[in-house]
């Protein structure tokens, strides 16, 4: 497995989660956060390149999700606090080993998926 995701839940709205996603020791170009609820499309949550010195955000988490990565255990994270029902989904952390592509929200850009994990927003 080289992409493994972690740290769903349910929790109360308002609430806080921290997911993680550690990677075999990939050599990634960037890697990010998607998420799919249920009957929705695969939408884009957050990304960061290897080194941290670039991040995006979709604008439905942004002021409310962090994206960050420990290089020195190969893990990914998404911290997650003013949580709202609506960020009820599955989450998937994503990589791309290619070169070729600058930070982006495209998810056909990434080709390597974890298994997902789950988020249940819910009082």
């Known amino acids: 497995v080289q992409l493994q995701a972690s740290g769903g839940g349910l929790v109360q709205p308002g609430g806080s989660l921290r997911l993680s996603c550690r990677d075999s020791?990939?050599?990634?170009?960037?890697m990010g956060w998607f998420r799919q609820a249920s009957g929705k499309e695969r939408e884009f949550v957050a990304a960061?390149?290897?080194?941290?010195?670039?991040?995006i955000y979709s604008d439905s988490v942004k002021g409310r999700f962090t994206i960050s990565r420990d290089n020195r255990d190969n893990t990914l994270y998404l911290q997650m606090n003013s949580l709202k029902p609506e960020d009820t989904a599955v989450y998937y952390c994503?990589?791309?080993?290619?070169?070729?592509?600058?930070?982006?929200?495209?998810?056909?850009?990434?080709?390597?998926w974890g298994q997902g994990t789950q988020v249940t927003v819910s009082s």
């Open positions: 020791g990939l050599r990634v170009s960037f």
């Open positions: 960061m390149t290897w080194r941290g010195d670039r991040k």
């Open positions: 994503a990589a791309t080993t290619s070169g070729s592509y600058t930070l982006t929200a495209r998810a056909d850009v990434y080709n390597l």
